[in-house]
């Protein structure tokens, strides 16, 4: 190595590098209402994939969730009731599954069984574009593919404010 | 740029080795630069093992021991009034 080179604009850069790193894991804006809704394309159990694009014109509650998330245990429940309510007035729920082992997935699916749309992203990329703040995390879309409503975690108290929310959108629809 | 290194403060810097003050730089910001994990990463964080206290039932056992024979109680993470009831 040159030991006469500058050793400060050196120790400058590494600096700079860090600071860079930094940003790129905090700097992520988390996803509001009025935003649009960043897209995704994730596959399902059954070799197919779903796209937000292609629910354009729908209710669409996008649901964060994992096998080792507490409340997501109520949640399930809750959303195939919607799901039978609301899943043929232009209504669809797809759950995004955010757990690195499938098998964790399955075996919770095994005891919550879900009668609306689970996808899987185990690479925490639309957790990521979404900003998720608790788990789970609820994203209540509406037809022009914006952002309606958020909801952080799953409260027994918010279940009647969560379906009059979704069912004004129906009816905006 | 130039005229930084040329102050006082700044010339001393020209002996040491990048690589010592990489180290340097390393050992005084710690683990700060890493990111914590997201929510969505939290996985093993929920694990039972995980948890502060690992074995709930068998910390009640315990504590049930200590207040029926020992006449002990309380003191243990968040307690009871002290009512004697148990």
């Known amino acids: 190595m040159n030991m006469k080179s500058p050793v400060f604009p050196r120790g400058l850069r590494a600096a700079a590098a860090i600071a860079a790193l930094w940003l790129a894991a905090v700097g992520v804006q988390a996803a509001v209402v009025g935003d649009a809704a960043p897209a995704f394309a994730l596959p399902t159990a059954q070799s197919g994939t779903i796209s937000l694009l292609q629910l354009r014109g729908q209710v669409v509650y996008v649901d964060f969730w994992a096998s080792w998330c507490g409340p997501c245990r109520r949640s399930f429940p809750w959303m195939n009731e919607m799901q039978q309510r609301y899943g043929g007035r232009g209504v669809t729920i797809v759950a995004i599954n955010v757990d690195t082992k499938r098998a964790d997935a399955d075996r919770f699916l095994r005891q919550y069984p879900a009668t609306f749309a689970v996808v899987y992203d185990g690479t925490g990329a639309t957790p990521g574009a979404y900003a998720v703040q608790a788990m789970p995390s609820s994203y209540i879309i509406d037809p022009q593919g914006r952002i309606a409503g958020v909801e952080h975690g799953f409260r027994d108290e918010r279940r009647a404010a969560l379906e009059e929310k979704i069912r004004s959108l129906i009816v905006a629809r | ?86």
């Open chain 2, 1 to 86: 740029m130039a005229a930084f290194a040329r102050l006082p403060g700044f010339r001393t810097l020209r002996g040491v080795r990048p690589a010592a003050l990489i180290l340097l730089a390393a050992a005084v910001t710690g683990c700060a630069t890493m990111a914590p994990p997201q929510p969505w990463e939290k996985g093993t964080l929920a694990r039972p093992e995980m948890q502060l206290d690992p074995d709930p039932l068998e910390t009640k056992i315990t504590q049930h021991v200590y207040t029926s024979k020992e006449a002990a109680t309380g003191g243990y993470g968040a307690g009871g009034g002290g009512c004697g009831c148990n």
